[in-house]
């Protein structure tokens, strides 16, 4: 029997169909809206305990003056390279570190002008160092030296901090008018935003040119500038003091709060904003974090911020960012700072964050691996459009059997609740004030939420997945009793009539931990509706015989409810088998087979694998072999094997397949590619009068020179020897396929579309495939919108010796670094 045509399974993507349920904030961490106790791990697929919310001591006295020092100091900047540049006061400049035992100097500024000390450096992403210089100035250095030192600024706008742009650029927020008197609601200090742009003209472009060289007015298409793109009224009781932005191009804008009790003094928590690209978000409050006076991004949802809790510790707290207008409150994750000088963050554009320790030399935020987590936390299902309901298909679907791919560490487990409803309206939400509403499944070391023997608890399966033949979405190895796939027949614990019967199921989670350690669930299914033993084996006396409200009475289950649950043991392990024989095509399915018996499949029709082709692509050869077969040896077998091979290049044009006998009349244009052989009959016309033409009317090329094409004119008469030339040179246009390769395969696919197309020709064809340096080929593939491939654009690369060649894709230039003696290969 079939046990798939008898029953459903669906799966509740952690990601996609749970909602956390807010849990219960600490009682000394007072939260309007506390946020949820679960953590969606995107890069896991799984749901577990978020961190435990951490708890700071303060001390009043001096800390907010030992703040506002903080947050005037200069960050600096750090290269992928791992150099750094910095301001030295000493020397009044910025150097540069990294490449050698001595620092470089980069700029230097006058000493006796205070007011033209940088307030801050950055490497933005176009590879150029920007420097606040005071005055309101913002200077631009290449660091290849590809052009001049170059000053911009901004009429009324005084650029103090800075943060690079995603696109090239920076942006900027001026320095605090004050940190003692913050604006009030008339005050007419504003909140403004700026943003450098545009980059300026190499010297090779400025250099002397002879007289008569035409040079344009304007050569700089894109010149240095900047320019506004915020400016609003001021944020009352609120002071500006920091920018980062986020690897995905967040602007983030962090800010002190001050008490409006006590003049001058930030009791409130900071507070982050977003710039939308036309004004501000509504704030993020990080939960006890006073006078922070640096910041920058951990991941697209988390920040680091320093905190200066007394007159000698600084420590880094980490966020978790929610939706604008709600609290954060800090990570119980802990970042040790070691050899910490006390200043602010490097800016750098790649993650982890780095801090300056006392040496001068950077160092790397990592957190200390002693986890800290939330000892509890619930989620639920959604139901919406995006995630629809767990729908059985019929008031009386019973629902049969749950499955979990969980990890469960010692001293942690999994509750699952589980409810039902014939409308699509969510149930009593109170788990423990209704149980007839929700019915408790225990999972792993954790007691159930309530006194009840009867609970249900699952047990571990060996098997990946209960799906036939499938590996499970873990991606961590089973462990018995730990880690894996975990099932527990549905139940109503502690009723007459056990059975959950109803429409709609709803689910809701709560996960359970010992404070170190953590559940983490991967996947819960639920199927229904229910293949009951006795219902199809036994005599109708053996059934249910109470119904109504009395099987929901509380109390000993009924023999004929303990019966369907006694053969629920067999049932559990009968079925599975009977899926996986049901399910035996999927064996010699070639997207379905298992990895080790993909070349005993290939076998049965006897193809083979090159050796050079990789894993992913052999299922799709194999799904593509039935049809290639019946087409081996023609030239439509020859594309749809070529097309498999390369994922759809055929198809696309990156693969043109060209039978020469077509050539006889249509001489075409070929461009990219090289066929400068001489002893080639399709060749030797082109190559020594340089005629071509497309089609049949169309020439391209000198009139006066048709020696070529006149050999080959019908209506003009030609000698024997002529004649027998002619068709020597037909003879050998016969049996001959080129196949154009026009796009960027490097030397292994190129070697693998060869030796595929060797093998998937016939015998008595000579074949060549010729390697293209330009994707458009007119003639060949010249149909714009149709037939005519154009590829990307390839990107730079570094030059190798053998492989590269100049002109094309490949370009010599010295990397960018701050100190530059690494690009001077010093």
Known sequence: MDANQLRFWMLADPLRQWEPIPGTPPPDVPQEEPPPDVYLDASRRSVRLASSPATISWEETQSQVHAEQLLFRTPGTLDAFGTWAYLDLAASAVMAAGAGAQPIRLLTFDPNNPFTLPSDLVLGHDDVLYVAAGGGKVLLK????????TT????????????PAPQGGVFAIPRPTSLTAPPGPNDATRVQLARVSGRPVPREVLRERAPPVFRPRGEETDPPRMSLVLDAPPLEGEVIVGIATSPEGRVALLSWVYDATRAGTTRDDARLRFFTGRG???????????RPFSFAWLSADRIAVLLRVDTETVIAVAYTLGKEGQAAAPLGDYYPLTAHDGGPFLHGLESPPR??????????????????FVTEGSMRNMAGADAPLLDGGSPRAVWHRLYLEASIPPGCGIRVFLATTNTPLRPNDDMNGQPRNWHEHVFGDVAPGRAANHVPRGVWLPS?????FHSGLMPCTPEPQRRGLFTALIQRAGLRVRTLRGRYLWVKVQLVGDGRSTPELFALRAHAPRFSYAEHYLPELYREQLFGEEANDEGPSTPADFLERFLGLAEGILTPLEDRIASASLLTEPRTVPEESLEWLANWIGFSFDSALPRERRRQMMEAAPRIRPWRGTLRGLSLALDALTQ????????VIVEEFRLRRTFSTILGIDLTDEDDPLLPGLYRSGNSFVGDTLFLGDEQHKEFLALFGEDIPKTAQEEAA?????????????VLVHQDFDAREFGLIQRMAELESPAHVSLSVKLASKPLMVGVASLIGIDTYLGPTSKPEPMRVGHSALGSKNLIERPPSLDPRLHAGG
């Open 464 to 468: 990946p997945s209960e799906v036939p």
């Open 142 to 149: 290449e660091p290849r030296d590809r052009w001049e030192l």
């Open 648 to 655: 759809g290049a055929v198809t696309q044009g990156g693969l």
């Open 152 to 163: 911009v600024s901004a009429e009324g706008f005084d650029a103090w901090r800075l943060a």
């Open 726 to 738: 002619v068709e020597e040179f037909f003879l050998r246009l016969a049996h001959r396929v080129t």
């Open 355 to 372: 801090y300056r320790t006392l040496d001068g030399s950077p160092s790397p935020l990592h957190p200390l691996s002693l986890p800290s």
């Open 280 to 290: 501000l978000t509504a704030p993020i409050t990080l939960k006890q974090a006073r």
